[in-house]
């Protein structure tokens, strides 16, 4: 497989997302040696890209991978989950990893092996300027920023080419400042068709509030056209133009491993807003995909059809508050 293998000039894609790729290695008890441990290939970019995909949006995925036998097996699991494998670069360089443990309540403990991967060398030069002014919608997140220099110019040139930028903030200490992280927020929130950040942990480090109302309208003042503030097991803050709306969460049906739920809410609404939905309803769907992944281990081992995903949505609506169409009355 190559990425040459297309013509992706003469290719219009619903949503094309861009970030790192890494390898997973999956355990069931804390790391030590010669324990069970289960390969994946994962990365928020590949989770949020794999949600779109099955929430019906054809789907690519600009990320490097190493010229080797690794890259091409990676590749065939993009391919695999939906994804069109057009935009992928092939560069000879170090993957990308990490190592995760999950207790039986699905809670996460994560190791890295990700510094000069191949999947940090992506770069504005590796944009198809034709391909992405064309696409529906383009998704970046703020890992795709923090893993090198190169990267994040290639997601500021992404927002400016795009019609549709959706910016999720995901927010990650270990690769980057909360300054460096503000600042970075401030800059793409008035290109962001829709910025997608978690209350509380990146709300309150990186907006300084107190509340998923007053991030929501604080990133509108920014210049943000929409706003989803995700607030874990309690619902979805949503601020527009035209709404200002709480989504409740669904329950989840079986938890086993919760990496990857914020990536599929990402990918999935995104998806629905190209493919028509209103954003309330495109964020219902989000939070029904988002309770369904977290039944499978790993950020990909459980990507429901959206399907699934709209009976689960149908079927838990009648034991949800729902969408409360009130005005707020939090300031900026």
């Known amino acids: 497989m190559n990425s040459a293998t297309q013509d992706t000039?003469?290719?219009?894609?619903?949503?094309?997302?861009?970030?790192?790729?890494?390898?997973?290695?999956?355990?069931?008890?804390?790391?030590?040696?010669?324990?069970?441990?289960?390969?994946?290939?994962?990365?928020?970019?590949?989770?949020?890209?794999?949600?779109?995909?099955a929430a019906g949006a054809r789907t690519g995925l600009l990320a490097v991978l190493p010229d080797d036998d690794l890259g091409q097996a990676i590749a065939a699991r993009i391919a695999e989950l939906g994804i069109a494998t057009d935009l992928l670069k092939f560069r000879p360089g170090q993957q990308g990893a990490y190592l995760v443990h999950s207790?039986?309540?699905?809670?996460?403990?994560?190791?890295?092996?990700?510094?000069?991967?191949?999947?940090?060398?992506?770069?504005?030069?590796?944009?198809?300027?034709?391909?992405?002014?064309?696409?529906?919608?383009?998704?970046?997140?703020?890992?795709?920023?923090?893993?090198?220099?190169?990267?994040?110019?290639?997601?500021?040139?992404?927002?400016?080419?795009?019609?549709?930028?959706?910016?999720?903030?995901?927010?990650?200490?270990?690769l980057?400042?909360?300054?460096?992280?503000?600042?970075?927020?401030?800059?793409?929130?008035?290109?962001?068709?829709?910025?997608?950040?978690?209350?509380?942990?990146e709300t309150s480090t990186l907006l300084n509030v107190s509340s998923a109302g007053e991030a929501a309208?604080?990133?509108?003042?920014?210049?943000?056209?929409?706003?989803?503030?995700?607030?874990?097991?309690?619902?979805?803050?949503l601020e527009s133009d035209s709404v200002s709306a709480w989504i409740d969460a669904i329950t989840a049906p079986l938890v086993v491993d919760q990496t990857g739920a914020g990536d599929a809410?990402?990918?999935?609404?995104?998806?629905?807003?190209?493919?028509?939905?209103?954003l309330p309803q495109a964020a219902r769907y989000g939070a029904a995909a988002a309770s369904l992944v977290v039944g499978g281990k790993g950020g990909t081992g459980l990507i429901p059809t959206f399907e699934q995903t709209q009976a689960h949505a149908k079927k838990t609506q009648a034991h949800a508050t729902g969408i409360k169409e009130e005005r707020l009355s939090w300031s900026a």
């Open 9 to 53: 000039k003469n290719e219009h894609f619903d949503v094309i997302v861009m970030g790192e790729i890494l390898l997973e290695v999956a355990t069931d008890v804390p790391f030590g040696h010669a324990i069970p441990a289960q390969l994946g290939i994962s990365g928020d970019a590949l989770n949020v890209a794999a949600a779109a995909a």
């Open 103 to 174: 207790d039986p309540l699905g809670q996460r403990e994560f190791s890295y092996a990700r510094s000069g991967s191949v999947g940090s060398t992506l770069s504005p030069d590796d944009i198809d300027e034709s391909v992405f002014s064309s696409a529906g919608a383009v998704l970046a997140g703020g890992i795709a920023c923090a893993i090198s220099e190169s990267s994040r110019a290639a997601v500021l040139r992404a927002a400016s080419l795009t019609k549709r930028f959706i910016f999720d903030p995901n927010f990650r200490p270990r």
């Open 176 to 201: 980057t400042s909360a300054g460096e992280a503000s600042r970075l927020l401030a800059e793409l929130a008035p290109q962001s068709y829709l910025v997608t950040p978690s209350f509380p942990g």
């Open 217 to 237: 309208i604080k990133l509108r003042a920014m210049g943000a056209k929409n706003v989803a503030v995700t607030c874990g097991a309690d619902g979805i803050q």
């Open 265 to 278: 809410f990402v990918g999935t609404t995104t998806a629905r807003i190209v493919r028509g939905d209103s």
